[in-house]
């Protein structure tokens, strides 16, 4: 299986972070994107430099590159998640104004009609950002904000990871345990 990763410059990077690990462990080829600013909250958030969590993805890119070949809708993937997700890139995707590598990539994945996950980063939202996100919506794109649940009774900050990480991989059709599910 192969899925586009794209990361922005929200807060909560180590979600994707996490995600790109738990993908790994699983053995799915990942493509991965980041944004400028994704790359400063990397520095920011987190102990990882960006060129280490570059090397978790089978094939990284930068976010200008426009002639890689996740720019074109003709490179097959089965889908696309972007986590965290800021409101800005939610925006653009909305609008299909695909002026960088993640937002085009995003918006071939939409054409294609395939499943692109949207992990919306911000609170509390405005009434733009939430016409975006509905936008979205109807255009096809599942925006799950990062928002966890809490009936899988966390004890530690990785359990939220999971349960994220969880929810995207139900999402994409990939079987997990990752979660303790509500019986
Ligand atoms: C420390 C920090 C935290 C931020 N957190 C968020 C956030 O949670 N959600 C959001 O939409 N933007 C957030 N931003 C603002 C975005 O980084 C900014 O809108 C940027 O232009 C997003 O660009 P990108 O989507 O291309 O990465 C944050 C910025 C900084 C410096």
């Known amino acids: 299986m192969r899925i586009i990763v794209g990361i922005s410059g929200a807060s909560g990077i180590q979600y994707g972070v996490e995600l790109l690990k738990a993908l790994k462990g699983k053995k799915i080829e990942t493509y991965l994107v980041m944004s400028e600013w994704a790359e400063k909250l990397i520095e920011i958030e987190t102990d990882y430099a960006p060129k280490e969590v570059k090397k978790l993805a089978i094939k990284s ?74 936008k979205l919506s109807l255009a096809g794109a599942i925006v799950m904000p990062l928002a966890p649940g809490f009936y899988h009774k966390p004890k530690e900050i990785k359990d939220l990871f999971s349960f994220i990480n969880g929810k ?16």
């Open 61 to 134: 890119f930068g976010n200008k590159e426009m002639d890689a070949p996740i720019s074109s809708s003709s490179f097959l993937v089965d889908g696309m998640v972007v986590v965290p997700c800021s409101v800005k890139t939610a925006s653009e995707i909305a609008n299909a104004h695909t002026g960088t590598l993640l937002t085009r990539a995003a918006d071939n994945v939409l054409k294609m009609k395939k499943t692109l996950v949207l992990g919306v980063r911000e609170t509390p939202l405005s009434s733009p950002a939430l016409e975006q996100m509905h």
């Open 168 to 183: 995207i991989m139900d999402c994409l059709g990939i079987e997990n345990t990752e979660f303790k599910r509500w019986e």
